[in-house]
Every structure is written in C-alpha cells, then in structure tokens.
C-alpha cells in the first residue's frame, strides 16, 4: 500500500502534463510512461470503459491497446507485467481522438 501511495502522484504528474509538438509516430519517444499497482487486464479494462474505439492485443506477455481507428490509431499503449506491477507506456499516433487531456485523465484514473 505504501508503494502505491509514493507512485500516486508520479501517476498524476505524467498524467496532466503536456507533449504539445510536431506529429509524431508510433516509434517515438513516449508522453506518458509510469508504473500501476494494478494489473495489466485491470488497466486494459478500465481504459476500453472510459475510451473509445480501443482494440486490445496481447505479444510477448504484454497487453498492446490502440486507440482510435485500426488504420489511423490516435495512441499506442503498451501494458507490460513487471515485478508485481505494470509498466505502462503512451506512444502518440497520427491524430488526437480523443484528445490527449481525456486520453491522460484516463490513464491517471485507470493506473491509481
């Protein structure tokens, strides 16, 4: 529980901040990287009900999620098992639907 409550307000800082710059694709650096207590099909889960259009796969014991259209995904989240806890990684896509403040308020809310 302690753990938890240290990672709380990194979770939220990664969450409000802002990566406003030029369009960028899936191999680029990521907006949001932090670490849940929660698990990766808990994460998954809350995400697909407070998200549109999310499509979840799994490779290589990750959980790989897109969000947007299949052909034009807006992000990129990877959930990946790490010692009790889930890494969780945010790549931008090609557009921003949902905008990145639901996709981030999303993720703070999901990863607590």
Do not use: W
């Given at each position: 529980m302690k753990k938890l409550l240290t990672l709380a307000p990194l979770v939220f800082l990664a969450a409000c901040g802002s990566s406003r710059g030029p369009e960028?694709?899936?191999?680029?650096?990521p907006?949001?990287?932090?670490?849940?207590?929660?698990?990766?099909?808990?994460?998954?889960?809350?995400?697909?009900?407070?998200?549109?259009?999310?499509h979840a796969?799994?490779?290589n014991g990750s959980t790989e999620l897109t969000i947007g259209s299949s052909s034009n995904a807006s992000y990129f989240i990877t959930l990946t098992p790490s010692r009790g806890a889930t890494v969780v990684k945010v790549v931008r896509g090609a557009?921003?639907?949902?905008?990145?403040?639901q996709l981030r308020f999303a993720i703070a809310r999901c990863t607590t």
């Amino acid at each position: 529980m302690k753990k938890l409550l240290t990672l709380a307000p990194l979770v939220f800082l990664a969450a409000c901040g802002s990566s406003r710059g030029p369009e960028s694709g899936a191999g680029s650096e990521p907006m949001v990287y932090v670490s849940s207590a929660r698990t990766s099909s808990d994460i998954a889960r809350c995400l697909d009900s407070r998200l549109s259009r999310v499509h979840a796969s799994k490779n290589n014991g990750s959980t790989e999620l897109t969000i947007g259209s299949s052909s034009n995904a807006s992000y990129f989240i990877t959930l990946t098992p790490s010692r009790g806890a889930t890494v969780v990684k945010v790549v931008r896509g090609a557009s921003e639907d949902p905008p990145e403040e639901q996709l981030r308020f999303a993720i703070a809310r999901c990863t607590t």
